[in-house]
């Protein structure tokens, strides 16, 4: 009933103590509170947090544009919503070093186990798109450090997250990889990798947890869990995948709404109100409460 009863602090030490068993971690993107839920009852290990959603969400593009608030009250609804450790997708950290510090002690207050910066410029833009650019390695490493210092929970995961393969190449991302672990990064997401073979030089080149973007429509394969596995990756995130599922039913069953005058043809596909109760644990309500559900849903409605 209402939220997680888990406290952040232990789905980060349990976050923590899986990765550090080196198997694959499973991290679907929430695209809402509720979607998260439905993440943890699949049996996945984590939710993800996207910057992508968020924007895309408020009907914004992925540029930036979002604030910390923003974000920060996102993290906090899903991340309560789950027992599962969540991982945000932080952006360049809204700013430069201090901000970045600030926005560390802001995401870690709204509960989240782990989150990203990336060493984009100022205003960030999808990592998926041409056109990027990248801040030099002493701001990056800056960012790094500031985020470290500033959390308050040891456990609080910092990944450090390179556009650079995109717009210098793989020797370069490879070396920006290590002078990020250098400055404290606890994890790495190397961002826009072209294959596997790409993933593992990355992974050999450095001794902490690395993240694989498995988004749709992108500059990467889509490679199985078994593969990623295989590569040694440590964490995968679906971050954008739940939203594209979602908006592509929501946008066909508008398309049969207009055509048919009616939403008859498209029952069969929707969510049924008592799976729906049943997320949202209407039982425990009434236990609480008998007033809370006092009315019967049929059976497969
Ligand atoms: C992971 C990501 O940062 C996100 O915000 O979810 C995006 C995903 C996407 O736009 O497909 C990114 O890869 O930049
Ligand atoms: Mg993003």
């Given at each position: 009933m209402l939220y997680s009863s888990v406290p952040a602090h232990e789905k980060r030490a349990a976050f923590r103590a899986r990765l550090a068993s080196g198997e694959l971690l499973r991290f679907p993107g929430a695209f809402n509170p509720l979607s998260a839920r439905l993440i943890q009852e699949k049996g996945f290990e984590g939710v993800y947090i996207s910057g992508a959603v968020i924007a895309a969400d408020l009907g914004l593009p992925d540029i930036g544009l979002t604030t910390l608030t923003e974000v920060a009250g996102r993290g906090r609804q899903i991340s309560r919503m789950t027992d599962l450790p969540t991982l945000i997708?932080?952006?360049?950290?809204?700013?430069?070093?201090?901000?970045?510090?600030?926005?560390?002690?802001?995401?870690?207050?709204?509960?989240?186990?782990?989150?990203?910066?990336?060493?984009?410029?100022?205003?960030?833009?999808?990592?998926?798109?041409?056109?990027?650019?990248?801040?030099?390695?002493?701001?990056?490493?800056?960012?790094?450090?500031?985020?470290?210092?500033?959390?308050?929970?040891?456990?609080?995961?910092?990944?450090?997250r390179t556009d650079v393969r995109a717009v210098e190449g793989l020797a370069a991302a490879v070396d920006r990889a290590k002078a990020l672990v250098d400055a404290g990064a606890d994890a790495i997401f190397p961002e826009a990798m072209a294959d596997l073979a790409e993933?593992?030089?990355?992974?050999?080149?450095?001794?902490?947890?690395?993240?694989?973007?498995?988004?749709?429509?992108?500059?990467?394969?889509?490679?199985?869990?078994?593969?990623?596995?295989?590569?040694?990756?440590?964490?995968?995130?679906?971050?954008?995948?739940?939203?594209?599922?979602?908006?592509?039913?929501?946008?066909?069953?508008?398309?049969?709404?207009?055509?048919?005058?009616?939403?008859?043809?498209?029952?069969?596909?929707?969510?049924?109100?008592?799976?729906?109760?049943?997320?949202?644990?209407?039982?425990?309500?009434?236990?609480?409460?008998?007033?809370?559900?006092?009315?019967?849903?049929?059976?497969?409605?």
């Open positions: 997708d932080a952006d360049t950290g809204f700013g430069e070093p201090m901000n970045v510090a600030r926005t560390v002690q802001e995401l870690e207050d709204a509960g989240v186990a782990g989150l990203h910066i990336e060493d984009q410029v100022n205003p960030k833009r999808c990592g998926h798109l041409d056109g990027k650019a990248v801040v030099g390695l002493d701001t990056a490493t800056k960012r790094i450090r500031a985020a470290v210092d500033a959390r308050r929970d040891p456990n609080l995961l910092i990944m450090a993933f593992e030089a990355v992974r050999t080149a450095v001794d902490v947890p690395v993240l694989a973007n498995m988004t749709e429509f992108g500059k990467s394969e889509l490679f199985t869990a078994e593969q990623l596995a295989s590569a040694g990756i440590n964490i995968v995130i679906h971050p954008v995948s739940l939203l594209r599922i979602a908006m592509g039913a929501a946008e066909r069953g508008l398309d049969t709404l207009v055509g048919d005058g009616s939403l008859k043809a498209e029952v069969p596909g929707m969510q049924t109100r008592a799976r729906l109760y049943e997320l949202l644990d209407y039982a425990g309500y009434t236990a609480f409460d008998t007033n809370v559900f006092d009315f019967e849903v049929p059976t497969g409605r």
